[in-house]
Every structure is written in structure tokens, then in C-alpha cells.
């Protein structure tokens, strides 16, 4: 299988798993082995062998600190017959390799020309290869290396580094081709092949196999629980991540500070603050070096469980701190809403990269501060950053927060002109904004285009067709959503339910309603019910919709009461909407909104005294109405405006355009059922008026 993989170097990420090769495990004993000291991977260079301090060609390549000046001693070497010689043909390959200053290309051409190199100068290009920008040049070494006429035999150092690169690059089919060799040369019960077999399986997402090569093995040091404790950590499985770190203590072996990162990460997943104070506790009892790494997990962990004056400490004695220390203090502050301390805190970094951008982006675009967010993207691109994939779902987001089309289609230009990769949660996000954004049609072509979708957009595009009215359409998704093997969340059925409302469609309104618990076991939350009270009292159901509120297994809120309210005002039931009101007042009783329209009812229904009343109480406890807020965008900006705004610098000729559009509306109703010619001629006329008044304004 591996020669075929080999030769034709597809790099598959998913293949089909053969676990077979696990049965060479199976005989073997369990037992752990302290840290090795005696023996350890080739290092670049051994400069105490007496050779090297000797000769004057390996002192000076010692100090060589260019290519031109490598040529040179390479060139001496060469002149003097000694590049036949093992030893310094390995030490000039070593440090082309490995050194500061190595050189890769000239690493393997020199290589490539040696008449029979030895296992080590083979192993130092792979693990230089390895280690360098270009990893997968690693699998082209060794391919080299299986060809070379047999001469040469892979040792136990060659393939930790391969190892190492199949689990960088996701290469999962290969991978498990040269786990094929590994065992077949007999290295499986080397420490460090593994070791390298456990992390290049954790990091292809095999954990029940690399759990089942650490259970079976007969070797495994505190690498190997490092590996497999940070792999479940890796994919969210933070119960199992602590519990082989109890297990680790059951046989005695002590943890270093990579261990204390799994276990502080797995409590930042579960949200456990206790036990990331405990595990913080014993990192401080054992003297155990709060390296960088460590303090931004605990960092991290005290931020996701709500601490943030514990991460705050953590971070103020920090003598070195770094981008992710930072962005993790950020993170902390905007998720909590203090969004002037973040940005403080993220104004003082000394250096960012995108992660900081997009976390304050983020911060900001879940705030609701939408405008804000998409100024700091501005910022972003100003500076010189190039923006990911995360930072456009953000800014998608933003757009869709306030209805900013143009800025959304000017992203979406900008993934497709940088060739953007569409993954699920961005494809996600353009149908989101699209259909928040008044564009249904748009929404429907990305979502058709997308390659692949999840549950949450199938949700994203029925809830934008519910939001358009398109109810049947919405519900044919849903549909189809289920065909296909998705199972709807809270989210969707809220879309569905919605799509029923705007439609009208009652009866449907109650089978998935009834289907939300029945067939997919998930409880209606407030949104739910707020959704099914407003689909029975706008078709007349006023009873049904009042009894749906009494039997609610949790207590209705504002929403709820309000869409009562509202459709008891509009059927003319005055008894239920006075309750309804009198509900919503004991919940809310600042907001305005509440207070007048209860007075309007009573005055729809000639009861003057009691409209006094509400207004008169309104007054005492001091609510005064909010004025009303509107916003339109131009050119990729959102202006808002609110009842006698004056503060746009064009506030006069918005106004005037506003004049010239009530004379239009009075002089159409005016010229109704008057001659045709008669219409056309006015309307004509005060069309062209409002055009030039609107030109004027957006110039």
C-alpha cells in the first residue's frame, strides 16, 4: 500500500482506517519509564567530538554564518578528499540542515550527490525539512531515500520527524502508510516512534486507536501522556483529557508543565473554576515553572469560567507576555462587555496579528456595537492586515446586525477576489447577512453554492425565507433539511414557527410546535411560545392563545405578554388586553411603548377616564416616550436619524427632501380619479423636483 502512496504522493486527509496494524501491541506488558537522560535525538552539531575541535574545516564551519562562506569550507573539503568521508559529509549536512543558518536547497543537493550518505545525514535533512516552512519536503526526502538502491535502511530516528509532518499537514492516508513501514522494520517499541505513532493519531482525530496504542504498550514515558491527555483536549473532550491525567497519578508519574496545560485547558472547556484553582494550586505547591504557555492557560481557563480579576494577576506578573496573552485579556474584557478596557488593552499590544484584530472585532460585533466593528475593520486593512476567514463572518455579522448591504456585498467581493475559502461558517454568514439584509434571492443563490452545510444553514436561510414572508418556502426547507439527516435545534424551529406566523398557517403552527418535544425532544423556550401566542391572536384564537400562556412551563416574559397584548387590542378584546397590559407594566415599567398604547385602547373603547389614568401615571413615575430611530445606508455608510434630528451636517436639505415628499404624497391624493394627462403631468413634475433634491443631498 505505501509504495503506491508513495509514488504518487496524494495527500488524502480522510482514508479508510485499517486499525489491523495495532495488533503488534497486543502481547506486549504495560509498564511507564521515567523521563530518558541517556538517550537522545541528533542535535545539529557535536562539537566536543575531538575531530570537530581538531580539524580546522569543522572549527571554521562552526563560525560559518552565510552560503557563500558554507561554499568555501565546502570547497576546502572537497579539494582535500574528505567529503568521502562520512563524518564530515554528515557535519556539513548537519549544518546545512540544522544550524541557524542552514540552507535547505543546498542540504539536499549535496545530499543527492554523495555516492552512499549515511542514516544520519538522511535523517537530518528529513528533520530539517521537517522543521522548516515547507514540511511535506520531509516525505519527498524520504521517498528518495527508500529508492536509494537499498544502500540505506530508515533507523528509529527517521520517522518521529515523518511522524511529526503527517500530523502538521493532516496527511491521515499517509500517515498510516508509514506506521505500515514502522512496524514492518520493527521500531514500534522505540520511545520515540511511540511516541511520534500516539501524536500523529491524536492529531488525525484517531483517539480511541492512539488510546488503545497507549493502553497495549509495553513503552510510554510522560510524553505519551502528555500526548494522549492534550489530544482529548485537542477535541473537546476535557472528562476523559482529566481522566488519564488521574490515571497518570495512579502509576506514579509526575507531571511537568505541559501536562498542567491539558488539564488547566480541560478545565477552561468544562467551566470548572474549582477545579482549575486546584490544578492552579498544586502548579504552585510542586514549583512547577509557570512557562508562558501555562500562564496564558490558566489565563485562558479563568476567563472562560467568569475569574477575570484571577486572569488580570496572572497577566500583571507576567514578565514576557505575548500576542496570546493579550488577545486572551481581550477576550476576557469583551466578553463581559467592558469593551472601552478591551480596547485599551488591545490598543497597548505592542505588536497584532489578525487573531487580536478578530477578537476585538468580535467583541464588538457581539455587543451589538456593529458600526463600531466595522470601523475597526477599516482600521484592520489600513495597517497592513490581510483579514481570514474568521474576521469576514464577523464583519458579515455586523452588516447583518444593522442592514448594511453594500458592505456586505463588498466583502463578499473581496472572499471571492482573495480567493477565500467558503467553509460552512462563512458560507453561513453571507446567507445570513443577504437575508437579513433584504436580498433573499442572493441568499438562496449562496446557500445553493455552497459545497458543504451544517444545521445552522439550513437554519439561516428558513429563517431568512420566514423573514420574507416566503412561509411555504421556508417550511419546504425544513423539509428537505430533515431528509437529509440534520436535526433541527431551538433556532430552527423558532425559524419554522416564524414562517407559520407570517404566513398565517395555524394548523402547521401546531404540528411543529407539538413535533418540537414529541419528535425531536427539545423543550419551547420563550421565543417559541411569543411565536405560537402571535400565530393564534392574529388569526382570532384569543382563547386559545390566552390558555397557551396559562399552561406555559416557564414563566411568560415581556414578549410573550406583549403579543397577547397586541392581538387583543387589534380583535377588541379589552378585557384580556387590560390584564395583558397590567402584566407587562409589573415587567417593564419604564417602557413608554406600553403605557400609550394601553391609552389608546381605553380610547378605542371611549373609556377616557382610565386612558387619563394610564397617561397620568406615566407622568408620576416619570417614563418619558422614546423617540423613534431610523437609519439608511448610503455608499456603504449607515447614517441614523431620530424624531427632530438635527445633528447630520445636511440636516436642512434632508428636511426640504422630506417636504418635497409629503407635497408629492398630498398632491397624489389630491389628483386621484382626476384625467390621466391631468395625474402624469403633476406626478412628472414633482418626481423630477425630488430627484434633483435627492441628488443634491448625496453629492
Same mark, same amino acid.
Given at each position: 500500500?505505501?509504495?503506491?502512496?508513495?509514488?504518487?504522493?496524494?495527500?488524502?486527509?480522510?482514508?479508510?482506517?485499517?486499525?489491523?496494524?495495532?495488533?503488534?501491541?497486543?502481547?506486549?506488558?504495560?509498564?511507564?519509564?521515567?523521563?530518558?537522560?541517556?538517550?537522545?535525538?541528533?542535535?545539529?552539531?557535536?562539537?566536543?567530538?575531538?575531530?570537530?575541535?581538531?580539524?580546522?574545516?569543522?572549527?571554521?564551519?562552526?563560525?560559518?554564518?552565510?552560503?557563500?562562506?558554507?561554499?568555501?569550507?565546502?570547497?576546502?573539503?572537497?579539494?582535500?578528499?574528505?567529503?568521502?568521508?562520512?563524518?564530515?559529509?554528515?557535519?556539513?549536512?548537519?549544518?546545512?540542515?540544522?544550524?541557524?543558518?542552514?540552507?535547505?536547497?543546498?542540504?539536499?543537493?549535496?545530499?543527492?550527490?554523495?555516492?552512499?550518505?549515511?542514516?544520519?545525514?538522511?535523517?537530518?535533512?528529513?528533520?530539517?525539512?521537517?522543521?522548516?516552512?515547507?514540511?511535506?519536503?520531509?516525505?519527498?526526502?524520504?521517498?528518495?531515500?527508500?529508492?536509494?538502491?537499498?544502500?540505506?535502511?530508515?533507523?528509529?530516528?527517521?520517522?518521529?520527524?515523518?511522524?511529526?509532518?503527517?500530523?502538521?499537514?493532516?496527511?491521515?492516508?499517509?500517515?498510516?502508510?508509514?506506521?505500515?513501514?514502522?512496524?514492518?522494520?520493527?521500531?514500534?517499541?522505540?520511545?520515540?516512534? @511511540?511516541?511520534?505513532?500516539?501524536?500523529?493519531?491524536?492529531?488525525?482525530?484517531?483517539?480511541?486507536?492512539?488510546?488503545?496504542?497507549?493502553?497495549?504498550?509495553?513503552?510510554?514515558?510522560?510524553?505519551?501522556?502528555?500526548?494522549?491527555?492534550?489530544?482529548?483536549?485537542?477535541?473537546?473532550?476535557? $472528562?476523559?483529557?482529566?481522566?488519564?491525567?488521574?490515571?497518570?497519578?495512579?502509576?506514579?508519574?509526575?507531571?511537568?508543565?505541559?501536562?498542567?496545560?491539558?488539564?488547566?485547558?480541560?478545565?477552561?472547556?468544562?467551566?470548572?473554576? $474549582?477545579?482549575?484553582?486546584?490544578?492552579?494550586?498544586?502548579?504552585?505547591?510542586? &514549583?512547577?515553572?509557570?512557562?508562558?504557555?501555562?500562564?496564558?492557560?490558566?489565563?485562558?481557563?479563568y476567563v472562560k469560567c467568569g475569574n477575570l480579576d484571577s486572569a488580570q494577576r496572572i497577566f500583571d506578573s507576567m514578565e514576557k507576555k505575548t500576542v496570546v496573552s493579550y488577545t486572551t485579556m481581550v477576550v476576557g474584557y469583551a466578553r463581559l462587555g467592558l469593551l472601552d478596557a478591551a480596547r485599551k488593552l488591545f490598543d497597548e499590544m505592542p505588536e497584532k496579528d489578525v487573531v487580536p484584530w478578530n477578537t476585538i472585532i468580535g467583541g464588538y460585533v457581539q455587543a451589538k456595537c456593529s458600526k463600531e466593528a466595522l470601523v475597526l475593520f477599516h482600521e484592520?486593512?489600513?495597517? &497592513?492586515? $490581510?483579514?481570514?476567514?474568521?474576521?469576514?463572518?464577523?464583519?458579515?455579522?455586523?452588516?447583518?446586525?444593522?442592514?448594511?448591504?453594500?458592505?456586505?456585498?463588498?466583502?463578499?467581493?473581496?472572499?471571492?477576489? @482573495?480567493?477565500?475559502?467558503?467553509?460552512?461558517?462563512?458560507?453561513?454568514?453571507?446567507?445570513?447577512?443577504?437575508?437579513?439584509?433584504?436580498?433573499?434571492?442572493?441568499?438562496?443563490?449562496?446557500?445553493?453554492?455552497?459545497?458543504?452545510?451544517?444545521?445552522?444553514?439550513?437554519?439561516?436561510?428558513?429563517?431568512?425565507?420566514?423573514?420574507?414572508?416566503?412561509?411555504?418556502?421556508?417550511?419546504?426547507?425544513?423539509?428537505?433539511?430533515?431528509?437529509? &439527516?440534520?436535526?433541527?435545534?431551538?433556532?430552527?424551529?423558532?425559524g419554522v414557527l416564524s414562517a407559520c406566523c407570517h404566513g398565517g398557517l395555524v394548523e402547521e403552527g401546531r404540528k411543529y410546535f407539538t413535533q418540537m418535544t414529541s419528535k425531536f425532544g427539545l423543550s419551547p423556550q420563550l421565543k417559541h411560545y411569543s411565536c405560537m401566542v402571535d400565530l393564534l391572536g392574529r388569526a382570532g384564537l384569543l382563547d386559545e392563545a390566552g390558555q397557551l400562556v396559562q399552561s406555559m412551563a416557564i414563566e411568560p416574559d415581556a414578549v410573550v405578554w406583549g403579543a397577547l397584548f397586541f392581538a387583543c387590542r387589534m380583535y377588541g378584546n379589552f378585557l384580556m388586553g387590560e390584564r395583558a397590559a397590567l402584566k407587562l407594566l409589573e415587567l417593564d415599567p419604564h417602557d413608554s411603548g406600553i403605557y400609550v398604547l394601553l391609552a389608546n385602547m381605553y380610547g378605542d373603547a371611549n373609556m377616557w377616564e382610565e386612558a387619563g389614568k394610564v397617561r397620568k401615571m406615566m407622568k408620576e413615575r416619570g417614563v418619558e416616550k422614546i423617540p423613534g430611530c431610523s437609519s439608511i445606508e448610503v455608499n456603504g455608510t449607515v447614517y441614523e436619524f431620530i424624531v427632530r434630528d438635527k445633528s447630520h451636517p445636511k440636516s436642512e436639505q434632508i428636511y426640504d427632501c422630506l417636504i418635497q415628499l409629503s407635497r408629492q404624497s398630498e398632491i397624489s391624493e389630491f389628483t386621484y380619479g382626476l384625467p390621466k394627462y391631468y395625474n402624469d403631468f403633476n406626478l412628472g413634475l414633482e418626481v423630477e423636483t425630488q430627484q434633483s433634491s435627492s441628488m443634491d443631498i448625496i453629492q
Open positions: 500500500m505505501l509504495s503506491s502512496i508513495l509514488r504518487s504522493l496524494q495527500f488524502v486527509s480522510t482514508p479508510p482506517l485499517n486499525p489491523s496494524f495495532l495488533s503488534s501491541y497486543s502481547s506486549l506488558h504495560r509498564r511507564s519509564l521515567p523521563p530518558l537522560k541517556g538517550k537522545k535525538p541528533p542535535t545539529n552539531l557535536n562539537k566536543n567530538h575531538a575531530l570537530f575541535l581538531n580539524n580546522p574545516f569543522l572549527s571554521i564551519l562552526q563560525n560559518c554564518k552565510s552560503l557563500p562562506q558554507l561554499k568555501q569550507i565546502q570547497t576546502q573539503i572537497t579539494t582535500k578528499g574528505l567529503m568521502s568521508d562520512w563524518f564530515f559529509s554528515s557535519r556539513l549536512i548537519a549544518f546545512c540542515a540544522l544550524s541557524e543558518h542552514k540552507n535547505l536547497d543546498h542540504c539536499i543537493k549535496i545530499l543527492y550527490n554523495l555516492q552512499n550518505p549515511n542514516v544520519f545525514s538522511w535523517n537530518v535533512t528529513i528533520r530539517g525539512c521537517a522543521e522548516s516552512e515547507n514540511p511535506n519536503e520531509a516525505i519527498f526526502v524520504y521517498k528518495q531515500m527508500l529508492r536509494n538502491n537499498g544502500c540505506i535502511r530508515p533507523d528509529n530516528y527517521t520517522y518521529p520527524s515523518l511522524l511529526k509532518v503527517c500530523s502538521f499537514l493532516m496527511l491521515k492516508y499517509l500517515g498510516f502508510g508509514i506506521l505500515g513501514h514502522v512496524f514492518k522494520l520493527g521500531f514500534d517499541a522505540d520511545i520515540y516512534v @511511540h511516541n511520534g505513532v500516539i501524536h500523529f493519531l491524536v492529531s488525525s482525530g484517531e483517539l480511541e486507536l492512539a488510546s488503545k496504542v497507549f493502553d497495549d504498550s509495553c513503552v510510554r514515558d510522560l510524553v505519551s501522556w502528555n500526548s494522549l491527555i492534550n489530544g482529548y483536549v485537542r477535541s473537546g473532550r476535557a $472528562k476523559e483529557a482529566i481522566g488519564v491525567y488521574r490515571k497518570m497519578q495512579e502509576e506514579g508519574v509526575e507531571p511537568d508543565e505541559v501536562t498542567m496545560i491539558g488539564v488547566v485547558s480541560s478545565c477552561a472547556q468544562l467551566e470548572d473554576l $474549582k477545579l482549575g484553582r486546584d490544578f492552579h494550586n498544586f502548579i504552585e505547591e510542586r &514549583g512547577l515553572n509557570l512557562t508562558i504557555p501555562l500562564a496564558n492557560a490558566l489565563m485562558d481557563m484592520m486593512q489600513a495597517g &497592513g492586515i $490581510k483579514p481570514d476567514e474568521v474576521t469576514m463572518v464577523y464583519c458579515l455579522s455586523a452588516c447583518s446586525q444593522i442592514g448594511a448591504l453594500d458592505v456586505g456585498i463588498w466583502i463578499h467581493h473581496y472572499i471571492e477576489k @482573495h480567493k477565500l475559502y467558503l467553509n460552512v461558517a462563512l458560507g453561513t454568514a453571507l446567507v445570513d447577512m443577504y437575508a437579513k439584509c433584504g436580498n433573499i434571492t442572493k441568499a438562496l443563490q449562496v446557500f445553493n453554492e455552497m459545497p458543504s452545510r451544517n444545521s445552522l444553514t439550513w437554519t439561516s436561510i428558513i429563517g431568512g425565507l420566514a423573514l420574507h414572508g416566503n412561509a411555504h418556502d421556508a417550511l419546504s426547507y425544513f423539509s428537505e433539511m430533515i431528509e437529509v &439527516g440534520l436535526t433541527p435545534d431551538e433556532v430552527t424551529f423558532l
